[in-house]
């Protein structure tokens, strides 16, 4: 288990970018091995949770082809992907094990999907129940809640599927299926979760519509290779922002940042806390909107969180608490229960770490009251194993009263391979 200590930070300042964007590097790989022809991927995030969809893919037969900067999928069609000769292993990673049960529900062959000890605790069922109304058959640990998952793979049938939860993970298992299935498959949400997945399928020719909640695809119809450009994830560049804010004197440029507005709820929530961001030139690169975001030192304010911001910013709600530990008054967040089921107990997680920097923080079901600090003190913090926990205590540590240390930092590998180098860069000015 490794270790990091954070010193208290004399300044923030720079220009970076961060890795490419996680959800949209996972999709690249699927909709790539499943595309008639040769799709290039530039911006491909390397980290362990895309390595395991990219190894998964591999290890059905696709070519995938990386000279260090440009990823060459030489995809085989819609039917071309053969059986894993063994169980496929998605790490840490809950997009590739969710995803992937879509995807394999239709393929005329048998897979196993496990995980780490993380994702072999996290719930299943969310889409092993609308798969197996299309007519899948999946079994897993605790009536099929649990990984490992086996997919016997075959015909489907469209359904129409009204979601409990605004999940991006849910209603893309159920369009990839909907590839497959006969007729159409129609996916509903309470709110709008992210949309790469429907953005990506309209790129590669997908029969798909989507209007406001609600996408409809249809099956049969083969995809064609594409070019994918991957934007900077706005989830890896969420801690910058936040440090650039709670930074007494900070002002720091992220350049290429995605800012698609199902993910956008971070730099909304920042800025109703009174934070100084501004986007700069926007532009879009492969249907995906992207900007430059330049961030200033703050005094912020405590504000409430809830309904569509929450699946918009889901990701972010770590670093939404140290920011809101440093603003002034205090910070409600409610409508957020899946974050008692992502890499680790989100609420819990934070609401423990928080408290050994000195926070007052009271924990709900379904969120936290952060009541505002001037500094923290100095702790000693467990990530739980989860890359986000892990970077929020860390960005938490720059205005730490003196130097911090955050325990089990490898996880920070899932998703954000090079944030110790960043770190240290803005952070030297
Ligand atoms: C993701 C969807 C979200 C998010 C995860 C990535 C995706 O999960 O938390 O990090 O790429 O589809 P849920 O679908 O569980 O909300």
Request: hydrophobic share 40%; with cysteine.
């Amino acid at each position: 288990m490794n270790s990091y200590t954070v010193h208290p930070a004399k300044c923030v300042k720079g220009e970076i970018t961060v890795p490419g964007d996680k959800s949209i590097s996972h999709r690249s790989i699927m909709l790539g091995s499943i595309a008639n022809g040769v799709t290039t991927v530039t911006g491909f995030l390397r980290g362990e949770d895309n390595m395991s969809t990219l190894n998964a893919f591999k290890a059905m037969g696709v070519q995938i082809e990386d000279d260090g900067v440009t990823l060459r999928i030489h995809g085989k069609g819609l039917h071309g992907l053969t059986e894993a000769d063994d169980v496929i292993d998605c790490g840490n990673s809950g997009t590739s094990i969710r995803l992937l049960c879509g995807l394999l529900a239709g393929q005329s062959f048998f897979s196993v999907l496990t995980g780490d000890k993380y994702l072999r605790k996290r719930p299943m069922k969310r889409v092993v129940t609308p798969l197996a109304a299309m007519g899948a058959k999946i079994a897993g640990r605790a009536g099929g809640e649990k990984a490992p998952l086996g997919i016997t793979g075959g015909a489907l049938s469209g359904i129409s599927y009204e979601s409990p939860v605004a999940s991006a993970q849910v209603k893309s298992a159920i369009l990839l299926a909907g590839l497959y299935a006969r007729g159409e498959t129609v996916v509903r949400e309470p709110h709008l979760s992210r949309d790469h997945s429907e953005r990506m399928l309209r790129h590669f020719g997908a029969d798909i519509e989507a209007s406001g909640t609600e996408v409809r695809v249809r099956g049969g119809r083969e995809l064609q290779a594409r070019e994918i450009v991957v934007p900077g994830d706005i989830s890896s560049a969420a801690f910058f922002l936040v440090a650039g804010l709670i930074v007494p004197g900070a002002e720091l440029l992220i350049k290429g940042v995605g800012v698609n507005p199902t993910r956008t709820g971070i730099i909304d929530i920042l800025m109703l806390m009174g934070g100084d961001i501004t986007l700069l030139n926007n532009r879009e690169i492969g249907g995906e909107p992207v900007a430059d975001l330049l961030v200033r030192s703050s005094n912020l304010h405590g504000i409430e969180i809830s309904g569509d911001l929450v699946p918009r910013a889901i990701d972010e709600f770590p670093v939404i608490s140290v920011a809101a530990a440093m603003a002034s008054g205090k910070t409600v967040v409610s409508d957020a229960r899946e974050l008692r089921v992502k890499e680790t107990d989100r609420i819990k997680a934070m609401a423990d770490n928080l408290r050994l920097a000195g926070v007052i923080v009271d924990e709900a079901d379904d969120g936290m009251t952060v009541y505002g600090t001037d500094k923290f003190k100095v702790f000693h913090a467990d990530s739980c194993g989860d890359h986000r926990i892990a970077m929020s205590m860390l960005i938490a540590g720059l205005v730490a009263d003196g130097s911090c240390t955050v325990d089990d930092v490898e996880c920070i590998a899932t998703s954000f391979p090079n944030f110790f180098s960043l770190l240290e860069q803005v952070s030297r000015g």
